[in-house]
């Protein structure tokens, strides 16, 4: 079965220091991927889509097939950013969330 | 404004009472979908819906019911709630299944 990890529930890092949340998937082809985030008491929202190869908020993501990984990366994190992070694979009809990293960033 | 819209946004109840959560998008998406969102475990399906009158199970359906009889709204019905369905739980819509979702605001839910 198709399956998203995200090894790590929490990441904590101090204002400025480089971030990478891990997501790692199993699926077999080419597969779409999304990093949504939420903020807190706040919907989920997206921040970015594996097809579209753009930086948001300072965040990219790079599929990795033979590593079968889709890290979300920031080179400086900002307080504004503590949040919780969710990689998600659309499969079968339905998205597939891992269970999410919550970023602490601190001042 | 693009959105979709969950009612109530709280919610306590007692074990057994019947309780419907509403989920409306004016978006003109076709597929809408619930999840409940549980400590540890992160955002799991209960049921989705490709289109109207097309409803399926997702991972965790047992307890719940859906119906899509138009296309903006997706309502989520506990016939009979239990305190393990205490949860927070979340609408989204779609254009087509995969995507970029919109999600409600949530329901907390406490049965007790």
């Known amino acids: 079965a198709q399956r998203v990890t995200q090894p790590e529930k929490l990441l904590s890092v101090f204002k400025g220091a480089p971030v990478e949340l891990k997501c790692n998937y199993s699926?077999?082809?080419?597969?779409?991927l999304f990093w949504y985030v939420q903020y807190s008491r706040q919907r989920l929202q997206l921040l970015l889509r594996?097809?579209s190869r753009e930086s948001i908020k300072g965040f990219t993501a790079d599929l990795n097939k033979g590593e079968t990984s889709f890290h979300l990366k920031k080179p400086f994190a900002q307080e504004e950013d503590s949040a919780m992070y969710y990689c998600?694979?659309?499969?079968?009809?339905?998205?597939?969330f891992g269970q999410g990293t919550e970023l602490s960033v601190k001042p | 404004e693009a959105q979709v819209t969950q009612n109530p946004r709280y919610l306590i109840t007692v074990t057994g009472k019947k309780l419907t959560v509403t989920c409306s998008q004016n978006?003109?998406?076709?597929?809408m979908s619930w999840y409940r969102q549980d400590p540890g475990l992160g955002l799991r399906q209960i049921y989705y819906?490709?289109?109207?009158?097309?409803?399926d199970k997702g991972d965790v359906p047992e307890g719940y019911k859906v119906s899509r009889k138009e296309k903006r709204n997706f309502p989520l019905i506990l016939e009979s709630p239990s305190p393990n369905q205490t949860s927070l739980y979340f609408c989204?819509?779609?254009?087509?299944?995969?995507?970029?979702?919109?999600f409600g605001q949530g329901t907390r839910l406490t049965v007790v």
């Open positions: 989204a819509s779609s254009r087509v299944w995969n995507t970029e979702a919109f």
């Open positions: 699926y077999s082809g080419s597969p779409e």
């Open positions: 594996h097809i």
């Open positions: 998600a694979l659309p499969q079968g009809g339905k998205l597939i």
């Open positions: 978006m003109n998406h076709e597929y």
């Open positions: 819906s490709m289109n109207v009158e097309v409803t």
